[in-house]
């Protein structure tokens, strides 16, 4: 199982930019490809972007042109790069990482909030 802990959230204006961390722990040999997901108050949880070991990405429509998905494999660490930043776009942030199968390998973390507000 590995284990995650996401950081960087926080109080931005509409417009304004936030990087999002998830650091990877345990069983982190199995992982292929992480995502970044978010879930807003009333509403159900989203995949918001996905990188695998070999650097493809993907995004929701949303966010296309407007948020970054990076990972540093030395520090076990995926980012969320998020510029240009909506009130839609409030949500607590979580990440999960997969194996080749895209079978789920982690645990849900604590998550991280990301209030868009003036």
């Known amino acids: 199982q590995v284990q995650l802990v996401e950081s960087g959230g926080g109080l931005v204006q509409p417009g304004g930019s936030l990087r999002l961390s998830c650091a990877a722990s345990?069983?982190?040999?199995?992982?292929?490809?992480m995502r970044w997901f978010r879930q807003a108050p009333g509403k159900q949880r989203e995949l918001v972007a996905t990188i695998t070991s070999r650097d493809t990405t993907n995004y929701i429509d949303s966010v296309k042109g407007r948020f970054t998905i990076s990972r540093d494999n030395a520090k076990n660490t995926v980012y969320l790069q998020m510029n240009n930043v909506k009130p839609e776009d409030t949500a607590v942030y979580y990440c999960?990482?997969?194996?080749?199968?895209?079978?789920?390998?982690?645990?849900w973390g604590q998550g991280t909030q990301v209030t868009v507000s003036s």
């Open positions: 345990g069983s982190i040999t199995s992982i292929y490809a």
């Open positions: 999960m990482t997969y194996n080749r199968a895209y079978a789920q390998t982690g645990s």
